[in-house]
């Protein structure tokens, strides 16, 4: 198993502040979250101001209890591919470098092409790292405008363009 899978793996044994580990994994989330580990403080306070304002977010530490002996490579290929009105990626050197960042970049990927490019993939730019196979026409979010601001940009995204799937 690579290095990087089993960080992920290993931090899922505490549920944190505000969550359950009885939540159960829903079949549809408003947002993934993307990140690598140095940005797992700037994600979880993402997820939970978004949670706290009362959106489905899939972010790794909210459901431990769901993910502990799963097949992750598919059910996270599952969940940024398909079961997510949007996926917010935290876009660093630390991201680029790490196979199961890919991964998911990846599978956020392969639904931007199956729907036309829709607006799909919300970046986060934590350093001046580009990421590979994102346009650079793409807007970015820079990291700077603080965890506070992008929530509140992303909540009022979820809401101004709310349905489904």
Known sequence: IHEDLQKRVSALHTTPRGSTAAEGLPERFDVAISFAGPERRYAEELASRVRAAGFSVFYDNFYPADLWGKNLYELFHEIYSKRARFCVIFVSKAYTDRDWTNHERQCAQERMLREKGRNYILPIR????????????????????????????????????????
């Open 126 to 165: 934590v350093d001046a790292t580009e990421l590979r196979a994102i346009l650079s026409t793409i807007g970015y979010m820079p990291i700077e405008h603080g965890i506070d601001k992008i929530a509140d940009l992303l909540i009022e995204k979820l809401r101004s363009e709310g349905g489904g799937n």
